[in-house]
Nanobody, 124 residues
Framework: QVQLVESGGGLVQAGGSLRLSCAAS????????MDWFRQAPGKEREFVAI????????YYADSVKGRFTISRDNAKNTVYLQMNSLNPEDTAVYYCAAKWGSIISRKEDDMDYWGKGTLVTVSS
């Protein structure tokens, strides 16, 4: 069992930055690929970024590429999402999710564990 707890959300002006963290319980964090998803008001949840178990494979959604950076610290059981050049379209609840094993995925249905989310609001 893995518990994921996101933090770092808040209110920021357009053009600003935030750093989200997702802390995982358990001693097997390094065995999980980690994803970030987000759900904007009135919209379906969407993939944002993924980092593989070792951090060697990283993918981003086109909408955040060049602005967001995903990273992880396996010693601290934490995955991060650095978000720069934020715009109002980035307003959403951001979720981290974990998928066990060697195969990475950007699909919600493939995730094994989810956090409860942290709200990011970008004002114009």
């Amino acid at each position: 069992q893995v518990q994921l707890v996101e933090s770092g959300g808040g209110l920021v002006q357009a053009g600003g930055s935030l750093r989200l963290s997702c802390a995982a319980s358990g001693r097997t964090f390094s065995g999980y690929n980690m994803d970030w998803f987000r759900q904007a008001p009135g919209k379906e949840r969407e993939f944002v970024a993924i980092i593989s178990r070792s951090g060697s494979i990283i993918y981003y959604a086109d909408s955040v590429k060049g602005r967001f950076t995903i990273s992880r610290d396996n010693a601290k059981n934490t995955v991060y999402l650095q978000m720069n050049s934020l715009n109002p379209e980035d307003t959403a609840v951001y979720y981290c999710a974990a998928k066990w094993g060697s195969i990475i995925s950007r699909k919600e249905d493939d995730m094994d564990y989810w956090g409860k989310g942290t709200l990011v609001t970008v004002s114009s």
